[in-house]
């Protein structure tokens, strides 16, 4: 079974940068097809990053703070935050389109900015 392991969270403060790390375990997975989202409690969970191909990570939040990068050679994808604001508070996950339908997720990483 694929397995999403997301690490790189913590506590900054507002206009610090971070960067998350989700090594992919379980099977060879194409990178250009990964994502990152996060999630509030009592709040819908938001695509906030995927690969400038398919231009899903053309949106207010992604294009201007966010960068997604990869290395297949250690079947990583990264999340490089920068300027993070209160409003970023949240669980982070990486994922695939297929495994997310299949609600196929990992544990996250808590990311908390607050002063």
């Known amino acids: 079974q694929v397995q999403f392991v997301e690490s790189g969270g913590g506590l900054v403060q507002p206009g610090e940068s971070l960067r998350l790390s989700c090594t992919v375990f379980?099977?060879?997975?194409?990178?250009?097809?990964m994502r990152w989202y996060r999630q509030t409690p009592g709040k819908q969970r938001e695509l906030v990053a995927a690969?400038?191909?398919?231009?899903?990570n053309d949106g207010p939040v992604t294009k201007d703070r966010f960068t997604i990068s990869e290395d297949n050679d250690k079947n990583t994808v990264y999340l490089q935050m920068y300027n993070l604001k209160p409003e970023d508070t949240a669980v982070y996950y990486c994922?695939?389109?297929?495994?997310?339908?299949?609600?196929?997720w990992g544990q996250g990483t808590q990311v908390t900015v607050s002063s």
């Open positions: 379980g099977m060879t997975v194409s990178l250009s097809m």
């Open positions: 690969f400038p191909d398919s231009g899903d």
């Open positions: 994922n695939t389109p297929t495994n997310s339908d299949r609600h196929i």
